[in-house]
């Protein structure tokens, strides 16, 4: 018996099996408690090796993502945004607009959870398998307007492109420079119905002119995003003005949201 244990680890560890190498004896005694025939225990001992690589994949996937922080969907106060549909949001959760290359864009006011559904969302398509990328539209731009000057731009661009989910938070918050505007044109040009993006923004469609200083790059850009796309518009104040609120930190006058 000692022999056949020996030999098992080396067996089980060039197999690439490392849950089941190390926790064959807890396991063999649980398929043994629960009576199973050696069918069952092989689909047993299967299911927890399936089991930890989902998880490392999981976790390799979430570090590759470079989310700025930890939000689920469960974690999501939808009692408090009546405006967004959460059947529409679990919807978004499958993946399936993902598949097809489509665009999700979550636009309203500061503080509303644009961000966190963004992560959240994000997480669900690590989850089904779905690489992943997260940057705000500043430290895009930065990227792509640094590596066009280095004459790295093809490269930045693959980088970009290579994602099956590419996040993009903030879209609005600042101008774009002309140059910039047509490096962002470029780079939706290369995703455009081959590989999926999720935008945040604070602006409204009709006012993305401003947001790209042209309104020609804009319309061409907007016609690519909401060809397949899935809008999602959030009315309501701040979540974080509204805990200041209840606290006495600030006044109610100062937490309507802008129209």
């Not at 490269?155 to 490096?183: M, N, Q, R, S």
């Not at 044109?185 to 923004?201: D, G, I, N, P, W």
């Not at 909401?226 to 959030?234: A, E, G, K, R, Y």
Request: hydrophobic share 40%.
């Amino acid at each position: 018996m000692d022999t056949i244990a020996d030999t098992l680890s080396p067996m089980l560890s060039r197999l690439q099996l490392s849950a089941i190498r190390d926790q064959l004896d807890n396991l063999l005694d649980e398929a043994t408690r629960r009576d199973f025939t050696l069918r069952e225990s092989l689909a047993f001992l299967c299911e927890v090796e399936i089991a930890r690589r989902d998880q490392r994949r999981v976790a390799m996937g979430t570090s590759i993502a470079k989310f700025p922080y930890v939000r689920t969907l469960d974690g999501f106060d939808f009692d408090a945004q009546p405006s967004i549909d959460p059947k529409q949001v679990r919807e978004l959760a499958t993946g399936r607009w993902i598949a097809n290359g489509d665009t999700v864009l979550l636009q309203g006011p500061p503080g509303v959870g644009k961000t966190h559904l963004a992560v959240a969302l994000g997480r669900e398509a690590i989850a089904r398998g779905y690489a992943v990328l997260f940057t705000s539209a500043v430290n895009l731009v930065a990227a792509l307007s640094k590596a066009a000057l280095e004459n790295r731009l093809e490269e930045k661009l693959t980088h970009f492109t290579k994602p099956k989910l590419l996040i993009v938070d903030e879209l609005g918050y600042l101008p774009f420079e002309k140059d910039a505007a047509h490096l962002f044109f470029q780079l939706v040009s290369r995703r455009y119905e081959r590989c999926a993006m999720l935008l945040t923004t604070n602006r409204s469609i009709g006012e993305w002119g401003e947001i790209f200083g042209d309104t020609v790059i804009a319309t061409a850009i907007l016609d690519r995003l909401l060809h397949h796309s899935h809008v999602i518009t959030i009315r309501g104040e701040s979540f974080r003005l509204r805990e200041k609120r209840r606290s006495g930190l600030v006044k109610p006058a100062l937490v309507e949201s802008p129209n």
